[in-house]
């Protein structure tokens, strides 16, 4: 690790301003992506910023009839909640089929929407790569790119997002609150949080400088079946291939989203109205444009097959 200072914040806002203030500081809370970051010289910060003690990590209910969801709770406390598990358990179940019990007890919701991808390039630092750098290129285009993106990559990056947390939220219709450097606070409707590479990868989300996530809120429940279906090499303890976020009516229309396939959660509302047909009619529609390589183009059946299953089970 490169030398580093830090501090505890004592408020949201005065870790917003002292992450503005400094230039190369990063927030720290569960640390579980981070860290290893750090180690491997991926990321190198140049202060830490403590928020484990902002008293951002309750669950409580909004007026509006859903859940606002602190910053800092832990993915644990999250997935076990009753109301999560009652009324978001597709929720529940994305979050227990992330990581492993130990790194759940330590990451965070926030932290959980802003971990970096796994793209094996992005992981070398002998190998040019536009996130860790920008303008060095792209060794995944090219290269091994089995676990890659098939749909809204670049011709700069075709890295995927790594998250199952984020997937279900992006069905869900979730909403990212943060506070700014200056103290003012706005909403980020989850659709709009994550970017899309273009010509800039290295701009993963929608944060300015020093802009801190406190909460995501979570609409009034929608009823219908939660499922989450996740396609990976092992069964534990590793990331999606390929993962399937549902909620399903009786009469087969609802909401999906995709993990595995793209650089941020993929959900495209108007294929949704495809569902009813089946699943090889919603896949083309939500996967209408991809451009797989030839080491990936297996996840555009398997999106297919894994919808497909997911769709089944939901008619019981």
């Not at 706005?186 to 949080?193: D, G, L, Q, V």
Request: proline share 6%; net charge positive.
């Amino acid at each position: 690790m490169k030398p580093f200072t830090y501090e505890r914040a004592g408020s949201p806002a005065e870790a917003a301003a002292a992450a503005a203030r400094v230039q190369g500081a990063r927030f720290i809370a569960g640390g579980t992506n981070l860290l290893d970051l750090m180690k491997l010289q991926i990321e190198t910060p140049t202060h830490l910023i403590d928020v484990n003690g902002l008293a951002l990590d309750s669950i409580e209910a909004t007026q509006e009839g859903g859940l606002r969801i602190g910053a800092l709770v832990r993915n644990t406390d999250l997935a076990a909640d009753a109301r999560v598990r009652r009324d978001y358990a597709l929720l529940s179940r994305a979050l227990l089929a992330g990581a492993s019990g130990q790194l759940r007890n330590k990451a965070t919701t926030a932290g959980n929407l802003m971990q970096r991808t796994r793209c094996p390039y992005f992981y070398d630092t002998n190998q040019p790569c536009n996130k860790r750098q920008p303008g060095s290129g792209c060794a995944a285009i090219g290269g091994f790119s089995r676990p890659l993106a098939v749909v809204g990559s670049s011709e700069a990056c075709i890295a995927t997002n790594p998250g199952d947390m984020a997937v279900a939220m992006r069905a869900l219709g979730a909403v990212v609150e943060t506070v700014k450097p200056d103290g003012t606070t706005r909403s980020i409707p989850i659709a709009e949080f994550h970017r899309l590479p273009g010509d800039t990868p290295h701009v993963e989300t929608a944060l300015e400088r020093g802009e801190l996530i406190t909460a995501v809120t979570l609409p009034p429940p929608v009823g219908g079946t939660h499922i989450y279906r996740k396609v990976r090499d092992r069964a534990s303890y590793a990331f999606a291939l390929v993962s399937v976020a549902a909620i399903v009516q009786r009469d087969g229309t609802g909401r999906v989203a995709l993990g595995g396939v793209a650089p941020k959660p993929w959900r495209v509302e108007a294929a949704e109205a495809e569902l009813p047909r089946g699943a090889r009619a919603a896949t083309a529609a939500i996967l209408d444009g991809a451009r797989p390589t030839h080491e990936n183009a297996f996840k555009i059946p398997l999106v297919e097959r894994t919808l497909g299953a997911v769709l089944a089970q939901a008619r019981g």
